[in-house]
T-cell receptor
Framework: AQSVTQLDSQVPVFEEAPVELRCNYSSSVSVYLFWYVQYPNQGLQLLLKYLSGSTLVESINGFEAEFNKSQTSFHLRKPSVHISDTAEYFCAVSDLSGNTPLVFGKGTRLSVIA | NAGVTQTPKFQVLKTGQSMTLQCAQDMNHNSMYWYRQDPGMGLRLIYYSASEGTTDKGEVPNGYNVSRLNKREFSLRLESAAPSQTSVYFC????????????FGDGTRLSIL
């Protein structure tokens, strides 16, 4: 079975500063990795995903995440955050077999301060 | 493009009452899911349906039942609501291919007094 640990429950950061949201996973098999974002009073939306190939994946709004197999991590980064990035971010893992549903971390609340 | 639609958006119940949360998706997805979201707990899977005609328990199924009515619709029923079931409930759908992401509804905010 897979598990996901998001090391920080809350991350406050000033506008235009860089941010890293940490995610570690545990699995005995190969996995797919996802980051989802949840804006207030909305459902989750896919931000980016790692399936295979390049270990660095990017989203359209400036976030990137790097898959590190040796450290079993998939940390999310943005070099300069905006007020509009204030949201909750969830890391998730799925095994390639398709036998078990997606497993989510507990989430990290990013608060961008003006 | 509706995606995943949940009804109702808000509901207040008294302990012991029953109700059904409705979910419908228009993306022709095979798999559908019900989650609950509580502060500090993230999303916890209640039940899922990998394909039409099948349902399976998730992490927290006690006190809930589900029905996969057809490929589009997946309902969640609380037979006898308890205050511990106060939560935000999310429905999601996806292709069976694990590389494909889940698509979420906007949630149902349920309070049980």
């Amino acid at each position: 079975a897979q598990s996901v640990t998001q090391l920080d429950s809350q991350v406050p950061v000033f506008e235009e500063a860089p941010v890293e949201l940490r995610c570690n996973y545990s699995s005995s098999v190969s996995v797919y990795l996802f980051w989802y974002v949840q804006y207030p009073n909305q459902g989750l939306q896919l931000l980016l995903k790692y399936l295979s190939g390049s270990t660095l994946v990017e989203s359209i709004n400036g976030f990137e995440a790097e898959f590190n197999k040796s450290q079993t991590s998939f940390h999310l980064r943005k070099p300069s955050v905006h007020i509009s990035d204030t949201a909750e971010y969830f890391c998730a893992v799925s095994d390639l077999s398709g036998n078990t549903p997606l497993v989510f971390g507990k989430g990290t609340r990013l608060s961008v301060i003006a | 493009n509706a995606g995943v639609t949940q009804t109702p958006k808000f509901q207040v119940l008294k302990t012991g009452q029953s109700m059904t949360l409705q979910c419908a998706q228009d993306m022709n997805h095979n798999s559908m899911y019900w989650y609950r979201q509580d502060p500090g707990m993230g999303l916890r899977l209640i039940y899922y349906s990998a394909s039409e005609g099948t349902t399976d328990k998730g992490e927290v199924p006690n006190g809930y039942n589900v029905s996969r009515l057809n490929k589009r619709e997946f309902s969640l029923r609380l037979e006898s609501a308890a205050p511990s079931q106060t939560s935000v409930y999310f429905c999601a759908s996806s292709e069976q291919d694990r590389a494909q992401p889940q698509h979420f509804g906007d949630g149902t905010r349920l309070s049980i007094l």
